[in-house]
T-cell receptor
Framework: KNQVEQSPQSLIILEGKNCTLQCNYTVSPFSNLRWYKQDTGRGPVSLTIMTFSENTKSNGRYTATLDADTKQSSLHITASQLSDSASYICVVRAQSGTYKYIFGTGTRLKVLA | GAVVSQHPSWVICKSGTSVKIECRSLDFQATTMFWYRQFPKQSLMLMATSNEGSKATYEQGVEKDKFLINHASLTLSTLTVTSAHPEDSSFYIC???????????FGPGTRLTVT
């Protein structure tokens, strides 16, 4: 069964600290993996997209890694800011006729001053 | 970049009335659009998939007569919540799939409150 699991479910950190969010997936065949940031009351916004051959991709203070062998991905946030408080969703796209997106349950991050 | 808009961004309606939500792809043609529902502190739940010019495919447990979906053009899909009840209050998000690269782009969401 195609699944995407994220951990932790929620996380509280102090402003300026770093954090890492985890994503494990069982989606096969794999097409790509995206990390989205969703602010409360807004739609998801794409942070990074990674294909099978990519190990690391950065977008400002966000760095995503992908290990296609172990089917794991991580999102590292450096020098967190209050505006980083949001839900972070890992989404895997299947390489199939429907190109279906499989959503993780998300990690809710709260950055405190 | 690809932009998807939704209208309205929020709506309050009385129980028993119907409300229509629009989803538009502004700079690409969307052969397929998806409608999601999101409850507080939960991830997005796919409600239905619509292909332009054909009937929508609903996920298990979603009432097709209650959530009417129309995808009449390559840039517009609408979701109509009929005879709304307070339990239909939720955040509704659409996404549009680019017919050329098969990537999905999400709209900003619509907050529906049924009183």
């Amino acid at each position: 069964k195609n699944q995407v699991e994220q951990s932790p479910q929620s996380l509280i950190i102090l402003e300026g600290k770093n954090c890492t969010l985890q994503c494990n997936y069982t989606v096969s065949p794999f097409s790509n993996l995206r990390w989205y940031k969703q602010d409360t009351g807004r739609g998801p916004v794409s942070l990074t997209i990674m294909t099978f051959s990519e190990n690391t991709k950065s977008n400002g203070r966000y760095t995503a890694t992908l290990d296609a062998d172990t089917k794991q991905s991580s999102l590292h946030i450096t020098a967190s800011q209050l505006s980083d408080s949001a839900s972070y969703i890992c989404v895997v796209r299947a390489q199939s006729g429907t190109y279906k997106y499989i959503f993780g349950t998300g990690t809710r991050l709260k950055v405190l001053a | 970049g690809a932009v998807v808009s939704q209208h309205p961004s929020w709506v309050i309606c009385k129980s028993g009335t119907s409300v229509k939500i629009e989803c538009r792809s502004l700079d690409f043609q969307a052969t397929t659009m998806f409608w999601y529902r999101q409850f507080p502190k939960q991830s997005l739940m796919l409600m239905a998939t619509s292909n332009e010019g054909s009937k929508a495919t609903y996920e298990q447990g979603v009432e097709k007569d209650k959530f009417l979906i129309n995808h009449a053009s390559l840039t517009l899909s609408t979701l109509t919540v009929t005879s709304a009840h307070p339990e239909d209050s939720s955040f509704y998000i659409c996404s549009a799939r680019n017919g050329q690269n098969y990537e999905q782009y999400f709209g900003p969401g619509t907050r529906l409150t049924v009183t």
